[in-house]
């Protein structure tokens, strides 16, 4: 069974500090990873895609993906109020199979 | 450029009922999946139409069922329902015929069984 774990949190960072979110995938097979950022009674929203591994950074947000350690990390540097939210991660093993979802971190920033 | 629209965005049905939603996906879009998420199991992926041809399906039970129509429309139908079918339905478009993984997703329906 392919699984996307995350910790439930949740975490709570300090504005202005770094927050840093993690997920660990089942499947070696998967070759792209997503961040999808959910605010409380929305819908997910795509926030960053990594495909290769090594850093993708874009604005505030930086992603990272180990394939080897079957990891991805996203920092969110500067933490804002706004970034305060549900954060999943995903895994897509090939475009013939489904999407994993993992079950999401919540994190609050304190103000 | 509209997103995707579903409808109706809350509903409250009593066991046994059935419920049909549905959802428009972006113009231009003509692939369709949809999800279940509860606070207990997170995402659930139920099926993943393009082209009106389901081409993949989630482990759900066959109450549960899709179909899209050639304006990409699609629809969920849940029959005989049950208490543990409260949750949030969402439905996400992909631009792409073959699925990239990145999805768009309606703001969903929340459906409330009693």
């Known amino acids: 069974q392919k699984e996307v774990e995350q910790n439930s949190g949740p975490l709570s960072v300090p504005e202005g500090a770094i927050a840093s979110l993690n997920c660990t995938y089942s499947?070696?097979?998967?070759?792209?990873f997503f961040w999808y950022r959910q605010y409380s009674g929305k819908s997910p929203e795509l926030i960053m895609s990594i495909y290769s591994n090594g850093d993708k950074e874009d604005g505030r947000f930086t992603a990272q993906l180990n394939k080897a350690s079957q990891y991805v990390s996203l920092l969110i540097r500067d933490s804002q109020p706004s970034d305060s939210a549900t954060y999943l991660c995903a895994a897509f093993p090939n475009r013939d199979d489904k999407i994993i979802f993992g079950k999401g971190t919540r994190l609050h920033i304190l103000p | 450029k509209a997103g995707v629209t579903q409808t109706p965005r809350y509903l409250i049905k009593t066991r046994g009922q059935q419920v049909t939603l549905s959802c428009s996906p972006i113009s231009g879009h003509r692939s369709v999946s949809w999800y279940q998420q509860t606070p207990g199991q997170g995402l659930q992926f139920l099926f993943e139409?393009?082209?009106?041809?389901?081409?993949n399906k989630g482990n759900f039970p066959g109450r549960f069922s899709g179909r899209q129509f050639s304006n990409s429309r699609s629809e969920m139908n849940v029959s005989t329902l049950e208490l543990g079918d409260s949750a949030l339905y969402l439905c996400?478009?992909?631009?792409?015929?073959?699925?990239?993984?990145?999805?768009?997703f309606g703001e969903g329906s929340r459906l409330t069984v009693l």
């Open positions: 499947d070696r097979v998967s070759q792209s």
């Open positions: 996400a478009s992909f631009g792409q015929p073959a699925n990239t993984g990145e999805l768009f």
């Open positions: 139409y393009f082209s009106e041809t389901q081409r």
